[in-house]
C-alpha cells in the first residue's frame, strides 16, 4: 500500500499544482482522477492492478499532509499502513489510512474525503480524444534544455510549439520581445503549425517525471495535448487545454 500511496502522491502533489485526487475503485480497476485549480492541467490516471483496499468512490485531499506521513522516519521500516473502512449509507468503504510505526507508540490517521463531497468539488472531465500529429518519448536531455529556457525566459509563461523540416520546436516570446527557441526533438513526423501555446511551468514539472518513468508526449494540432506518464505501479495521462496565441 505505501508504494501505491507514494506513486500518487509523487504524480499529483509532487507537481506543484495538484492537491485533490479522486479514486474510483472497482474490483476490475482503480482509476485516478484530479485538475488543477485554474484547469490549466486535467489528470485521468489507473493503476495497472486493481487495488483491493480502495474499492469505492473517495477523495483525498490535502495531499502535503499524506506526503509528510510519508517521509516520516516513523513510518520507515515495518509499519503498518492501511486503509481503514467504514459503512456510508449501508455499505462499506474506505474512510482514511492508519499509520502505526512497528512499536505501535506513534500513530497517525488521513481522512478520505466522502463520495458526495469529492464529487462535488472535482467534477470529472471527459477527454473525448483527438487525432495525435505528433507523438515522441522525450529525452532527459530534451527535458534539460526546455528547463534551461525556461530559466532564461521567466517574463513567459507560456511557450509555443512548431514543427519544422522534421524538428518539433519550443518558442518563448516574440519579435517585440526577449526570447528564445530550441529544437526539443528531431526526426518527428506530422504537422504542428497552428500557433498554440501551453504552460511552461506545469509542461515542464510533468517532463521532468522522465527522470524516473516511461513519458510520451502527444501533441494535436488541433490544439490538444497530452502528456503519458507509466511509473510501472500505474499510468497517467495529463491534459493540457491549449492557449490561443
Not at 130 to 148: C, G, H, L, M, Y
Request: charged share 20%.
Amino acid at each position: 500500500m505505501k508504494d501505491i500511496l507514494q506513486d500518487i502522491v509523487k504524480h499529483t502533489h509532487g507537481l506543484g499544482f495538484l492537491d485533490l485526487v479522486k479514486i474510483t475503485g472497482t474490483s476490475d480497476q482503480t482509476a485516478i482522477d484530479s485538475m488543477a485549480e485554474d484547469r490549466s492541467v486535467i489528470l485521468q490516471g489507473s493503476f495497472h492492478k486493481s487495488q483491493a483496499e480502495m474499492v469505492g468512490t473517495f477523495g483525498m485531499p490535502q495531499l502535503n499532509k499524506l506526503d509528510i506521513h510519508l517521509k516520516c522516519p516513523e513510518y520507515k521500516d515495518k509499519a503498518k499502513i492501511t486503509v481503514t473502512k467504514g459503512n456510508r449509507n449501508g455499505v462499506d468503504t474506505p474512510i482514511g489510512i492508519h499509520f502505526e510505526n512497528e512499536k505501535g507508540d506513534f500513530k497517525n490517521d488521513y481522512r478520505f474525503m466522502n463520495a458526495e463531497i469529492i464529487n462535488e468539488k472535482l467534477k470529472t472531465v471527459k477527454f473525448k480524444g483527438v487525432k495525435w500529429d505528433v507523438e515522441i518519448e522525450p529525452t532527459v536531455a530534451s527535458v534539460q534544455r526546455f528547463n534551461f529556457q525556461s530559466v532564461a525566459n521567466t517574463e513567459h509563461n507560456s511557450f509555443v510549439v512548431r514543427t519544422e523540416n522534421g524538428n518539433l520546436i519550443f518558442t518563448f516570446g516574440d519579435q517585440a520581445s526577449h526570447g528564445g527557441e530550441f529544437v526539443f526533438a528531431a526526426g518527428v513526423s506530422g504537422t504542428l503549425n497552428k500557433g498554440w501555446s501551453w504552460p511552461v511551468a506545469q509542461v515542464l514539472q510533468i517532463l521532468k517525471l522522465s527522470d524516473s518513468a516511461k513519458v510520451t508526449l502527444h501533441f494535436s494540432n488541433e490544439g490538444a495535448m497530452q502528456v503519458t506518464v507509466d511509473s510501472g505501479l500505474g499510468k497517467y495521462q495529463y491534459i493540457i487545454p491549449a492557449q490561443a496565441q
